[in-house]
């Protein structure tokens, strides 16, 4: 079997003329992920370096790029979670840093613990080295302009993820946020809770979800996805099956990425969009819209 990156950069419908841009952007994320997986690193490392990719660049909700919170500010959520033995690290309202998906990690790797917050997560940071950055590093004029002028592109900026599998059967997810417009002082989504933001279990496969937080956290949307693969569902038919359950039982629509342990894959979204690519057999494919599917070489992509 050959190793499979999945990767999306939020579901919901993408502001007028940025199309380009966020096809862009979960390609280039997804090359830099399998390049990764290509020089021997682990599937952690490649769903790391992909959400990292959507981290440092500012038309994603995420690292740069977040939306600000009631008080202007922003606060961010990511998680990393290992399938292999279920090791897990996420943070939730982080501040004045770049890459909170590192940050997680260093929860799982450094720490017993599964989640920090906030002053607790912060001082963990500097205590890893982790570089503090200025808070308006972070701010971009579409964060301002949704802040001051709330339109309706609010899950278009929901936030971004990876999954992967390699030759072994090792799968990996990551997921990062900076949450939604507006948002309460000290709110937190989905993205840092374990089974909701994203899971992933050797035994069954990996998923990173996207949409309404608060909606997502209902139907601990990831780990419903994993269970209905281990009742014997393909990722697609696992997907669709829980996208639909969400949306019968509490009328709220997401997008999800899931790829099994046997490297079949899903990126599956009941929002009018969600940017999304993958690379599989050597080939990388990507869409935006519902039915809409492009190939091209992983070559052609500009890192």
Known sequence: MKPVIVVHGGAGAIMPGKDE???LGVKRAVVSGFKKLQQGGSVVDAVEEAVVVMENDPIFNAGRGSVLNEHGEIEMD?????GKNLETGA????????NPVKLARLVMEK???????????SQFAKAMNIPEVSEESLITEKSLLLWKKPIDYQQSLGTVGAVAVDSEGNVACA????GMTNKMLGRVGDTPCIGSGGYADNFSGAVSTTG?????????????????IEQGKSPTEAAETALKYM???IQSRAGLIVVN???DYAAVFTTNQMSWAVVKDDQLHYGLSQGELHTCSISDVPL
Not at 111 to 121: I, N
Not at 175 to 178: A, I, K, P, Q
């Open 21 to 23: 841009k966020y096809m």
């Open 78 to 82: 990511a998680i990393i979670m290992d």
């Open 91 to 98: 943070v939730s309202a982080v501040r004045n840093i770049a």
């Open 111 to 121: 720490t017993d613990h599964v989640l920090l917050t906030e002053r607790g997560a």
């Open 175 to 178: 997921t990062s946020t900076g």
């Open 212 to 228: 309404m937080g608060e909606a997502i956290m209902k139907v601990t949307l990831a780990r419903l996805v994993l269970f209905h």
């Open 247 to 249: 949306l019968d039982r």
């Open 261 to 263: 342990n046997s490297g």
